[in-house]
C-alpha cells in the first residue's frame, strides 16, 4: 500500500478521497488555489500545497504544478477526483512515466474509450449493443442521410470528441442535415478541436442507466450494479439513484455484464462507469467515464462496497477479493446534489456566506460535503457544495426519509437547489419513476419550480432584497413555559449588506459576483450599456445580432464555463449595436461580448 496520497482536487471528493486514505493508513496531501486557501480539503489533509491562482487552468489544471507539489511532499501516488484532470489521458500519461502512481485507468485505456467512434466500436466488437448508427467518421452530410435512411429521423450528429451533452445535434429531416452537419464539425473544433463527428439514431425519450465497474490489474472485472441518472437539468445530473426504477432482474443482469464485457476488452483497471441509454427495453452503450463519479456514493451504499479504497487499492496493485455473485443490491439509495444555485433564475450559481450550515442526520442519511458554517462559497468553481444521500429498504422509504431530510436541512446565506429537490419528492413524475431524461428539460413547469422556492425559501426570493430597505429579525421567546419564534421586520433602516461594500451605488465596471453584495445573484448581467462575461468560460452560441431589440432579461448568448451552460441575459433592454464574441470564443471574467444602446 501507498504511504502518501496526493489528491489533485478541492471540494467533497477530495475530502472523500482522503477520508478512503485515512481508512487505509495512508498520509495525505491537498493542493489548493488561491481562492481554497480555507478550503474543506486544506484543513482535512495532512499537509497541503498552494498551486497558483483561483483559475482553474492556473492551478487545479496546471500538470506541472500538481506533479511539483507530488514531489515536494514525497507522496507516491496521485489521486486525480473527477472533473479537472481526471480524464485528461495525456495528464495521466505524465503520472505513469513520473515516480508517482496514478489512481486510475491506464493512459492507454483513457485513449481506447475517449474517442467516441473507436469506443463504440470496441464496444460492437465486444458483443455490447451500441445505438444504431456509423462507427467511422462521417465525412459528409450524405453519411448522416444514409443513416437516416436506415433508421429514420430523427438523428443524432456527435462530436467525436465530445460528451456530456457537448456537441450534440438532432436533425429531424433532411431539409436540415446539410446546415446540422457543418455546425456539428464547427462546434467540434471549436471546443474540442477536434471537427470529426459521427452519427447515430437519436432515440426520443431514454433513460440514462450507467453501471459501476472495478477492475484489478490481475483480469477481475466485476460490475456493481446500476445507477439511474435520468434526472438531468441541461446534461447537469440532479438527483441519482440506485438501483434503476426502470429495470427488471434480466435488464439488470444483462446491462451490467455488457458493461463488464466492454470494460474487459478496453483492458481497463481501475474504476469506471459505462453509460447506456434505455428505451422500450433495450439498452445500447453511449460512452464510458473514465473515472470516480460524482453519484458513486449510491453505489457504495446499497452495495456495502467502497468504491474509493478499491481504487487505490487496485492502483496499489491488490487483488479484487469479492467474485461477481457476492455482489449483493440491498436496499435503495438516492443523491441529491446540494448545489449553490437559484433554481427559479434557471438555476443561475449563487454566491455567499454560509451564515448556517446545519445539515440532515439520523438513520439512512450521509453527508458527503467539504463546507462548514461560516465558509464564503465564492464562484471559482462548480457550484456543488454538497451531497446529500439517503438509503433505505426500498424506494418509498427513501422517498420519505428523503422528505425528512430535505426539511431538516438548514442553510442560511447562500440560494440552493433545495427548494427543488422538495418539488421533486412531491412531483408525481419521479414518485412512479417513469421520468426520462426529456422530464425536466422539456416537461415539467417552471411556474412550479417558481412556486416551490416560494414555498421552500421564501426569504430569497421576497426579504432581503434591500429596495424596500426592511430588515428582517427572528427571535425566539417563551410564554406561559412555551416556545414562539417571532419574526420582526425592521422597516426604513438600511439594510446592511451581506459583503460589507454598498449595494445601492452600481460600479460603473464589471462586477465579480464574488463581491456583489446583494442576493440578486444573476450569473451574468450587464451593467448597462455593455453586457460583461462574468465568469471565465467558452461562448456556445450567441443569439443576438447587431441591429436586434432585446428586452431586459432576453438571453443573448450561453456561455460554458465548469461543464455549466449559463444563459447571459441582457440587464436592460436596448439595439444591439456591436457584437463582439462568436461562438467556441474563449472568454474572460469582466470581457465584453456586445454592446447595447
Ligand atoms: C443521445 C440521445 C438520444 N439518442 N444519443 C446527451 C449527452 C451526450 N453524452 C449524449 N446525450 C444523448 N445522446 C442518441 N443516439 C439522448 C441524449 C440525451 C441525454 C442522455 C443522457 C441523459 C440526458 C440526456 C438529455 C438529452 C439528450
Excluded at 96 to 118: N, Q, V, Y
Excluded at 331 to 342: D, V
Aim: net charge negative; proline share 4%.
Amino acid at each position: 500500500m501507498f504511504s502518501k496520497v496526493l489528491v489533485a482536487n478541492r471540494g467533497e471528493i477530495a475530502v472523500r478521497v482522503m477520508r478512503a486514505c485515512e481508512e487505509l493508513g495512508v498520509r495525505t496531501v491537498a493542493v489548493y488555489s488561491e481562492a481554497d486557501k480555507h478550503g474543506g480539503h486544506v484543513r482535512y489533509a495532512d499537509e497541503a500545497y498552494n498551486i497558483g491562482p483561483a483559475r482553474a487552468a492556473d492551478s487545479y489544471l496546471d500538470h506541472e504544478s500538481v506533479i511539483e507539489a507530488a514531489r515536494k511532499a514525497g507522496a507516491d501516488a496521485i489521486h486525480p477526483g473527477y472533473g479537472f484532470l481526471a480524464e485528461n489521458a495525456a495528464f495521466a500519461r505524465k503520472v505513469e512515466d513520473s515516480e508517482f502512481k496514478w489512481i486510475g485507468p491506464s493512459a492507454d485505456a483513457m485513449e481506447r474509450l475517449g474517442e467516441k467512434t473507436k469506443a463504440r466500436a470496441l464496444m460492437q466488437d465486444a458483443d455490447v449493443p451500441v445505438v444504431p448508427g456509423t462507427t467511422e467518421p462521417a465525412e459528409s452530410a450524405a453519411d448522416v442521410k444514409a443513416v437516416a435512411d436506415d433508421y429514420g429521423y430523427p438523428v443524432a450528429i456527435k462530436a467525436e470528441g465530445g460528451g456530456g451533452g457537448r456537441g450534440l445535434k438532432v436533425v429531424h429531416s433532411e431539409a436540415e442535415v446539410e446546415d446540422q452537419f457543418e455546425t456539428a464539425q464547427r462546434e467540434g473544433e471549436a471546443y474540442f478541436d477536434n471537427a470529426s463527428v459521427y452519427v447515430e439514431k437519436y432515440l426520443e425519450a431514454p433513460r440514462h442507466i450507467e453501471v459501476q465497474i472495478l477492475a484489478d490489474e490481475h483480469g477481475n472485472v466485476r460490475h456493481l450494479g446500476e445507477r439511474d441518472c435520468s434526472l438531468q437539468r441541461r446534461h447537469q445530473k440532479v438527483i441519482e439513484e440506485a438501483p434503476s426504477p426502470a429495470l427488471d432482474d434480466d435488464l439488470r443482469e444483462r446491462i451490467g455484464e455488457a458493461a463488464r464485457r466492454g470494460v474487459r476488452a478496453a483492458d481497463y483497471t481501475n474504476a469506471g462507469t459505462v453509460e447506456f441509454l434505455v428505451e422500450d427495453g433495450e439498452f445500447y452503450f453511449m460512452e464510458v467515464n473514465t473515472r470516480i463519479q460524482v453519484e458513486h456514493t449510491v453505489t457504495e451504499e446499497v452495495t456495502g462496497l467502497d468504491v474509493v479504497k478499491w481504487q487505490i487499492r487496485v492502483a496499489a496493485g491488490e487483488e479484487l477479493d469479492f467474485s461477481q455473485e457476492d455482489v449483493e443490491i440491498d436496499g435503495h439509495s438516492m443523491e441529491f446534489r446540494i448545489n449553490a444555485e437559484a433554481p427559479e433564475k434557471d438555476f443561475a450559481p449563487a454566491t455567499g456566506t454560509l451564515t448556517t450550515y446545519d445539515p440532515p442526520g439520523g438513520i439512512g442519511i450521509r453527508m458527503d460535503d467539504a463546507v462548514r458554517q461560516g465558509d464564503e462559497i465564492g464562484g471559482d468553481y462548480d457550484s456543488m457544495i454538497a451531497k446529500l444521500i439517503v438509503t433505505g429498504s426500498d424506494r418509498t422509504e427513501v422517498l420519505a426519509r428523503a422528505e425528512r431530510a430535505l426539511a431538516e436541512f438548514d442553510i442560511e446565506g447562500l440560494r440552493t437547489v433545495i427548494p427543488f429537490h422538495r418539488l421533486m419528492l412531491t412531483d408525481e413524475e419521479f414518485r412512479a419513476g417513469t421520468h426520462t431524461t426529456k422530464y425536466l428539460d422539456e416537461v415539467l413547469d417552471r411556474d412550479r419550480i417558481e412556486a416551490a422556492v416560494e414555498r421552500w425559501a421564501p426569504d430569497a426570493v421576497n426579504g432581503d432584497d434591500d429596495e424596500e430597505d426592511v430588515t428582517e429579525r427572528t427571535f425566539t421567546v417563551e410564554v406561559n413555559g412555551k416556545r414562539f419564534e417571532v419574526s420582526l421586520e425592521e422597516r426604513g433602516a438600511p439594510a446592511i449588506p451581506l459583503g460589507g461594500a454598498g449595494a445601492a451605488s452600481k460600479p460603473s465596471g464589471p462586477r465579480k459576483r464574488r463581491d456583489d453584495g446583494d442576493d440578486d445573484q444573476q450569473v451574468i448581467e450587464g451593467d448597462g450599456e455593455s453586457v460583461t462575461a462574468e465568469m471565465q468560460g467558452t461562448i456556445l452560441s450567441v443569439d443576438v445580432e447587431e441591429g436586434d431589440e432585446v428586452e431586459p432579461g432576453d438571453t443573448v448568448c450561453v456561455l460554458e464555463a465548469m461543464k455549466m451552460e449559463n444563459d447571459v441575459v441582457a440587464e436592460r433592454g436596448g439595439t444591439v449595436t456591436q457584437v463582439l464574441v462568436g461562438e467556441g470564443d474563449s472568454v474572460d471574467m469582466g470581457d465584453v461580448l456586445l454592446v447595447l444602446e
